[in-house]
């Protein structure tokens, strides 16, 4: 069974990045019948607090650690707040990257994406998110820099977006994290990603 873990960095309702990573998933689940998709909920992280770093960590630590320590391969898409990834989400890598060298996120393939209502789509908090995953121990997985810019414009269902040239850019993430999933030798498929250079403004539906 290959295992994949989404992490949406916005925590509203109908948040636009929930529904990016809920696209992909709906994606990789076409793949395979063997394929678990698993959504980390960030509200049960408590604060990052050393003192409760003690063992296993609080339980919804434990659990969230033991999940990302049995995938295959990490999906992430972020807002940006103020210019970075949300506090929350750097709470849950920052729980998530203890023990440091030996921690959930060691050698996982992790793709990075965001998407935001203005016409940037957060591409300004994926530098920043792609430095905390990468000193976490996180594999950047080899793929083109995608901001989803305007996108609560975009049609969608509960399963994510709808529109064919949004999900044409998202199969593409799917592809890449398909192939660097843990099950084949991530060392031939992955590099550290580059600094993003482009945002993709997805055209509004009329």
């Known amino acids: 069974m290959t295992r994949i873990v989404l992490m ?3 925590l ?6 929930g529904a990016a990573v809920a696209t992909i998933g709906r994606l ?22 050393q003192d409760l770093d003690v063992g296993d960590g609080p339980a919804p630590v434990a659990e969230a650690r033991r999940l990302l320590g049995s ?22 890598l920052d729980w998530l990257s203890r023990p440091w060298g030996d921690s959930a996120l060691t050698g996982l ?14 591409a300004d908090a994926q530098p920043g998110l792609r430095v905390n995953l990468e000193r976490s121990g996180a594999v ?8 989803l810019g305007e996108a609560e414009l ?8 709808t529109d064919p040239t949004t999900v044409a850019f998202l199969e593409e993430i799917a592809d890449a994290l398909w ?7 991530v060392a031939e498929v992955v590099r550290p990603a580059a600094r993003v250079r482009r945002v993709i403004r997805p055209a509004p539906v009329r």
């Open 179 to 185: 192939a660097a999933r843990r099950t084949v030798d």
């Open 71 to 92: 995938a295959d391969a990490l999906v992430i898409s972020t807002p940006s707040y103020n210019g970075g990834a949300p506090g929350v989400l750097k709470n849950a």
């Open 140 to 147: 950047l997985v080899d793929h083109r820099p995608l901001a």
């Open 154 to 161: 975009l049609p969608r269902t509960d399963q994510g977006f």
């Open 8 to 10: 949406s960095g916005s």
């Open 28 to 49: 990789l689940a076409g793949r395979d019948a063997q394929v678990h998709m698993a959504l980390l909920d960030l509200r049960a992280l408590p604060y990052y607090d």
């Open 12 to 17: 509203r309702r109908d948040s636009v990045n």
């Open 109 to 122: 393939p992790t793709a990075v994406l965001s998407a935001s209502p203005g016409p940037r789509g957060a």
